[in-house]
């Protein structure tokens, strides 16, 4: 009985593989490392409008949805005029309009994590009904689940690359 062929894996071929995957998701990486940065700044932006809302004693929903729209804004101009600025332009109208619906689908899904949060948790734990974790289920949880659709949505529908057909 002989033994099974085996693959020969050198590191050579370990690293022309990994070449490979880096050249050929090169321009994803550099994209999300430009939306990373864009959201980071307005990120910083979200969370101090939130803190100062909550200390103004502003209701927590409503808190969330003012900081949102004032990152969403900032985000907007960062995404459209650097993160994906290679791409073509399909309208400003169109980009903006639909970057603000799937923006609120964004903040729907934060909001959502902060009213189960605030509101469903809290009723049992009043722990939940601080500032703190207000903060911590609207902008950590609500943001990152948040994060990963706009990037895909973004991506794909708002700043289009025009040369790739859907």
């Excluded at 050198?10 to 550099?30: E, S």
């Excluded at 929903?61 to 399909?90: C, P």
């Excluded at 903040?107 to 009723?123: D, E, K, M, Q, T």
């Excluded at 734990?125 to 609207?138: E, M, R, T």
């Amino acid at each position: 009985m002989g033994n099974p062929p085996s693959v020969i894996t050198t590191p050579t071929t370990v690293r022309g593989l990994l070449r490979g995957l880096v050249d050929r998701f090169a321009h994803l990486f550099h994209e999300l490392g430009k939306f990373g940065i864009v959201g980071a700044v307005c990120y910083v932006i979200d969370t101090g409008v939130l803190k100062l809302c909550l200390a103004a004693d502003v209701n927590p929903i409503l808190a969330k949805t003012i900081s949102t729209v004032i990152a969403a804004t900032i985000a907007f101009i960062g995404n459209r005029f650097w993160t994906w600025r290679h791409r073509e332009r399909s309208g400003l109208h169109r980009e903006y309009t639909l970057y603000f619906i799937f923006n609120a689908i964004g903040l729907g899904i934060a909001l959502l994590c902060l009213w189960v949060s605030h509101y469903a948790l809290g009723s049992v734990w009043s722990v939940f009904q601080s500032d703190n974790a207000d903060i911590v289920s609207a902008n950590v949880v609500g943001v990152a689940f948040g994060t990963v659709f706009r990037f895909w949505s973004y991506r794909r529908y708002v700043f289009r690359d025009q040369t790739v057909s859907s």
